[in-house]
């Protein structure tokens, strides 16, 4: 054999060793697979479990969260409509008061030119009454003057402004 032959026959094993090697690994096979696969096939179930409990915890949580963000949206859509009805009553209110202090007002405006109405009448009437008493006295005089002499007699002068009073009355 030539020398570059034996170097390579140095990395290549025996057929025995290769065999026992074979049967070594063949039980180091079946030990594990019956003893340590179990163990670990356990845990990597036990890891299983926990991560499919918490993607269901999650999702459940995630599935309330959603029904909160409902029922949060329906309670906030709720009190923008009670809060829409709420100014449209105040409004309401608002525009019945206004109403009302208008109306008061008006009443109070006519009461106030009733009165001041009367007050007119009952101060025309006073002035009328005193013209009339004036007229009555100026036509006395006139009449005294006219007649050439005074009319003494108070019977006399009440007739005659009477009578004079009530032909100012026919003629209006």
């Known amino acids: ?3 570059a032959e034996n170097g390579i026959n140095l990395f290549i094993p025996e057929v025995y060793d290769i065999v026992w090697s074979l049967v070594i690994l063949a039980v180091i096979a079946v ?8 163990k670990f096939q356990a845990i990597f179930d036990e890891r299983t479990a926990k991560i499919e409990g918490g993607i269901a915890k999650a ?6 969260a959603a029904e909160a963000k409902a029922k949060y949206e329906s309670q906030l859509s709720n009190a923008r ?3 829409a009805k709420i100014r449209d009553d105040a409004r309401a209110e608002a525009s019945h008061i206004v109403a009302d202090a208008r109306a008061r007002a ?3 405006a006519a009461q106030i030119t009733a009165n001041a109405q009367r007050s007119l009448e009952s101060q025309q009437q006073q002035a009328l009454v005193s013209l009339k ?3 009555g ?3 006395t005089a006139l009449a005294g003057k006219i007649l050439g002499a005074k009319l003494q007699d108070s019977d006399v002068q009440s007739s005659m402004i009477d009578s004079m009073i009530a032909d100012l009355d026919a003629k209006k």
Do not use: S
Request: hydrophobic content about 50%; aromatic content about 18%.
């Open 133 to 135: 008493g004036e007229v």
């Open 106 to 108: 008006e009443a109070d």
């Open 1 to 3: 054999m030539t020398l």
């Open 31 to 38: 030990f594990f697979y019956k003893f340590f696969m179990p």
């Open 81 to 83: 409509v009670e809060a």
């Open 59 to 64: 999702e459940q949580a995630q599935k309330e």
């Open 137 to 139: 006295a100026l036509a």
